[in-house]
């Protein structure tokens, strides 16, 4: 069974940084895709970055050259560098993998399962990011 375990996190004022890591154990490969959805109360949630299964990534516009993803195959880690944050990003931030997947995918293709289904997923139990101005 795999599971996610996330950390980071936290508060800063607007134009700080912050990072998210999520350890993820279970899975037999290394090639598996993965990414970040985050929630912000009453909002729908919202699929950020993603990396595909050769390492290639894709972000959503809002946080394109503000974030980066890595992934760490030897730490089974996942990374997400948050940079000049703003007050809108402050959300629930979740770590997600796929989930049953045999084939390789793209980061688009993976944002876009994210997006469209994103209950199909492993995921992490989210921490709390918040910026304030």
């Known amino acids: 069974q795999v599971r996610l375990v996330q950390s980071g996190g936290g508060s800063v004022q607007a134009g700080g940084s912050l990072r998210l890591s999520c350890v993820a154990s279970?899975?037999?490969?290394?090639?598996?895709?993965a990414g970040w959805i985050r929630q912000a109360p009453g909002k729908e949630r919202e699929a950020v970055a993603a990396i595909g299964s050769s390492g290639d990534t894709q972000y959503t516009e809002s946080v394109k050259d503000r974030f980066t993803i890595s992934k760490d195959n030897a730490k089974n880690t996942l990374y997400l560098q948050m940079d000049d944050l703003k007050t809108e990003d402050t959300a629930m931030y979740y770590c997600v993998s796929e989930s049953g997947t045999v084939m390789s995918m793209t980061a688009p293709q993976a944002l876009g399962l994210m997006s469209a289904l994103p209950d199909h997923h492993y995921w992490s139990q989210g921490t709390q990011v918040t910026v304030s101005s």
């Open positions: 279970g899975y037999t490969r290394s090639d598996y895709y």
